[in-house]
């Protein structure tokens, strides 16, 4: 599905954005910013790729996606001060990588004979997974793990897809109703101040 | 073996505890705190899989494996309080986590051609990278490195392991012999207060 | 190539010292500051062969390894007032290992038809990675993104290597001059305080 390919190319972008920006906020250098920008885009769908072992990982044989973090990483360098103010914008888009990415992490799994569950948890990996990483070189506990209904809102979506998938719906239908699902049950949980509760 | 398959699921579960109350010591969210405990019980036995190229990954074709994680990151939020009281029963079972997750660890690696000392080290890895990933997700020197006798005491039993191999044991026989072995090195260790020498 | 091969152990063995020494100056005991010499040496290599699929991993299968390594932590443990003051000599091994690194991992990458791009960043994977789980493991923010031009010197390197391999240049001559770059960037820029802007 083209659609998807492309959200895809546009989340790896939004990722290697975010990626900089923290590595930014933590003086490192600009060698250091990209490549925690690079892995923020392609973590995710690496450790999936491997949990899975489909070989080749996506982004070592397509060079779009290389450059989607060069443009994400030159953004953030060149527009740092115009990014920041965009951080609602930013918000949005990184709503909408977490989504295609979610989507397309079950849809890889479904490539391998899994268990529904199983693809679930991969594409809360593909979506998270990134992030987690990010905020370790950064040597911080992880954002997910600390606030916002975040890796719930892609198992939330992740379990829409199969219940809509057992009544036969179109499956393009499908990956675009469990990503605006996603994207949903975020976007009201950022409005609505939820989060978590505290287990201590 | 279906004692040894059991054994595992226990590890899994008291695994999975211990990587849920690190958590909630840091203050995590419960969602949080739920993929720490799963990834604390399972991390070892991933990267092992993953080193030694053995796929599918078991956690990833068998159910038993969540429902044993679901339960000990339920009984921990539940029973909080009680737990805590019940460290030591905890120590024991963790400790029997760690004797079969090695052995079980060396079990997989025999299924590829490796020399015993790289068994032995994967035995290792499977009992012992769970807890490494879960300090360094709670932003902490991962325990292991900074006290008693633990991975050591899994070296010590994956050594006896093939010591009585050599001589043709029983295989039943010894891995019982080596999952004892490797809780009396550590019970031993813990009551007398041993631990490694640090260098500096 | 055999002279590729045994600078490939001398890399080994200086990273497991390097790797020691970080883990002593945290106050790691004696266990931990092994396991980290080497997860330091073999790290690079590891993540490397897991994202190209290469099976077995080198260091599975070939006893030399461990020894360079148990070689280079012992030496660390029994010489460590003496490797303190050969700063200068440790440096060049370092040195000399990254190069030795980066033009193995070309060489291993070249193995799999991947574009030239991603065989560079393999060859920086393969001799940075080990230094980054090292820094990790000791809960500080890696030593590459924050000074130095270290991986840079890899990327630089490996630039070097395809526009050479373009001309049709020996091959083994090739991996010696692409080397010699990669010490003599690293060396000129540590002479001279080089070091990458910081974009905040």
Redesign the interface.
Known sequence: MDLLYYLDLIGTFVFAISGTIS???????????S??GFITAVGGG?VRD????L???TW??D?YY?WAIVLGVLST?LF?RYIVKLRRTLFIFDTIGIGVFTVLGIQKALL?D??P??AIIMGMVSATVGG?IRD???????L????EIY??ACLAGGAIFFILNSFNLDLNLNYIISILVIIGIRTVSIKMRL??????
């Open positions: 590595a930014a906020e933590k003086k490192l250098d600009l060698f250091g910013a490549v925690i690496t491997l949990l899975l072992d070989h080749p990982i070592l044989i060079m290389i360098f740092r391998v899994i268990l569950v199983f987690v370790i070189l950064c040597n911080e506990i992880p997910i793990f600390r606030k890796a719930t989060s978590m509760p505290n287990i201590k």
